[in-house]
């Protein structure tokens, strides 16, 4: 695994009783990350992934739970 210098992040997990949180999908304890360069990049990009991709239907939204972390 590659280390990245990277010190701010935005750690994405799923809510509870979500149903992507079933064992057979991404699982309970399923979390991604993304890093980025500066404070600033990552809360940009924090403010931008609170709003719903153009390509989902109109009343859908993302079912994810985003936090800000550093490093």
Do not use: C, N
Request: proline fraction near 7%; charged fraction near 25%; avoid cysteine.
């Amino acid at each position: 695994m590659k280390q990245t210098s990277s010190k701010h992040g935005i750690r994405i997990t799923l809510p509870p009783g979500d149903t992507l949180s079933a064992t057979h999908l991404l699982g309970p304890h399923f979390e991604a990350f993304r890093w980025y360069e500066s404070r600033e990049a990552r809360d940009d990009a924090f403010e931008a992934m609170q709003h719903s991709p153009g390509y989902y239907r109109r009343g859908d939204a993302p079912s994810q739970v985003l936090s800000k972390v550093d490093r």
